[in-house]
């Protein structure tokens, strides 16, 4: 097991300014390990507490001080990522993923109605052939139904991401709609992540990479699922959607565009994101550039809660 004092002695903390406001944040702090392999991130959200975060350590851990797996693939077709932004945004959103075929749209925000969702998703739908919408289990079972009729009345979805909290939320919304359920926090905020497949409710699982505890660990999970996989990143700075590009490169089968084009949600990354072609992104490690790890460092105070949380973290690996 990698010695705590290695991991700290290789972390570099810092703070990406981002173009929109995504998950209720503008700024995006992430602490990048430096190790043999290469680099990892540790990135959970700030209120994750220990026990969940200590499985994004895992997966930063395990990138900088592991070998990465065989690839499959070369290439990894993306997703265009619209968070939940008024419906006049969109084109600008959009054109931000060049050749994209697919677009994931942000629904559900607090403060905002389902028609804020319904017009978001039919100016989507106008620019990007294939939509899909995220909720982040922010309906009820009726709300989930009602807005699963409302933002078909346009245009068909190819599915709707974690529509409600629970399994058995989830699978009551599935015998009651006509459009595919896809699970993501199902998945990942759980003991057991195959609970959500076992139980009939989901048709495509959305797996990231970090939340689960690295690449070998997602792609085992990966290996008992029986539905259609989507690889998805967790707001990942570029060293954190490499990883999650490798993943998605050696997984035995991909059907679906992974949402790992979020990079361009970030006005200042930690090295240049590869550019789309075609909708896909190419299959690479990300190593950052010294001078943007200087220029985007955070304050000594913020590196040292860093730290301490990493600390906290650090025990609970298994």
């Given at each position: 097991?990698?010695?705590?004092?290695d991991?700290?002695?290789?972390l570099?903390?810092?703070?990406?300014?981002?173009?929109?406001r995504f998950?209720?944040?503008?700024?995006r702090e992430?602490?990048?390990?430096?190790?043999?392999?290469?680099?990892?991130?540790?990135?959970p959200?700030?209120e994750?507490e220990p026990?969940e975060?200590?499985h994004?350590?895992?997966?930063g851990i395990?990138a900088a001080?592991?070998?990465?797996p065989?690839?499959?693939?070369?290439r990894i077709?993306?997703?265009?990522?619209v968070p939940a932004?008024?419906a006049?945004e969109v084109?600008?959103?959009?054109?931000?993923f060049?050749?994209?075929?697919t677009a994931?749209v942000k629904?559900?925000e607090?403060?905002?109605?389902?028609?804020?969702?319904v017009a978001?998703v039919?100016?989507?739908?106008?620019?990007?052939p294939t939509?899909?919408?995220?909720?982040?289990?922010g309906?009820s079972v009726a709300?989930?139904?009602?807005?699963?009729?409302?933002?078909?009345?346009?245009?068909p979805?190819?599915?709707i991401?974690?529509?409600?909290?629970t399994?058995a939320?989830?699978a009551e919304v599935?015998r009651?709609?006509?459009?595919a359920?896809a699970?993501d926090?199902s998945i990942r905020?759980?003991s057991?992540?195959?609970?959500?497949?076992?139980?009939?409710?989901?048709?495509?699982?959305?797996l990231k990479?970090?939340?689960l505890?690295?690449?070998?660990?997602?792609?085992?999970?990966?290996?008992a699922?029986?539905?259609?996989?989507?690889?998805?990143s967790?707001?990942?700075?570029?060293v954190?959607?490499g990883?999650?590009l490798v993943a998605?490169g050696?997984?035995?089968?991909?059907t679906?565009?992974?949402?790992?084009?979020?990079g361009?949600?970030?006005?200042?990354?930690?090295?240049e994101?590869?550019?789309?072609?075609d909708?896909?992104l190419p299959?690479?490690?990300?190593t950052?550039?010294?001078a943007?790890?200087?220029a985007?460092?955070?304050t000594?105070a913020r590196?040292?809660?860093?730290?301490d949380?990493v600390?906290?973290?650090?025990?609970?690996?298994?």
């Amino acid at each position: 097991m990698v010695s705590l004092s290695d991991v700290l002695d290789g972390l570099h903390v810092v703070a990406l300014p981002m173009r929109v406001r995504f998950r209720g944040i503008t700024v995006r702090e992430v602490a990048l390990i430096e190790g043999p392999h290469g680099w990892g991130e540790f990135s959970p959200f700030v209120e994750y507490e220990p026990p969940e975060a200590a499985h994004w350590l895992a997966s930063g851990i395990a990138a900088a001080y592991r070998p990465a797996p065989e690839l499959r693939r070369d290439r990894i077709p993306i997703n265009a990522t619209v968070p939940a932004v008024s419906a006049a945004e969109v084109p600008g959103i959009v054109a931000r993923f060049p050749g994209a075929g697919t677009a994931k749209v942000k629904v559900a925000e607090p403060g905002q109605s389902l028609a804020d969702d319904v017009a978001r998703v039919d100016a989507v739908r106008a620019l990007v052939p294939t939509v899909r919408v995220d909720a982040n289990g922010g309906w009820s079972v009726a709300e989930a139904i009602a807005a699963a009729h409302a933002l078909t009345a346009g245009g068909p979805l190819e599915y709707i991401e974690q529509p409600c909290r629970t399994v058995a939320e989830l699978a009551e919304v599935r015998r009651s709609v006509d459009v595919a359920i896809a699970a993501d926090e199902s998945i990942r905020k759980t003991s057991d992540p195959l609970h959500v497949v076992r139980s009939g409710a989901a048709d495509v699982a959305v797996l990231k990479v970090a939340p689960l505890g690295g690449v070998a660990a997602m792609l085992d999970i990966a290996a008992a699922i029986d539905i259609p996989i989507v690889v998805s990143s967790a707001l990942d700075s570029a060293v954190g959607i490499g990883t999650g590009l490798v993943a998605a490169g050696a997984l035995p089968q991909l059907t679906h565009a992974c949402g790992l084009g979020t990079g361009s949600l970030f006005v200042e990354d930690v090295a240049e994101p590869p550019a789309a072609v075609d909708g896909c992104l190419p299959v690479t490690t990300v190593t950052p550039d010294p001078a943007r790890l200087d220029a985007l460092a955070v304050t000594p105070a913020r590196r040292q809660w860093w730290i301490d949380r990493v600390r906290a973290c650090y025990p609970l690996l298994s």
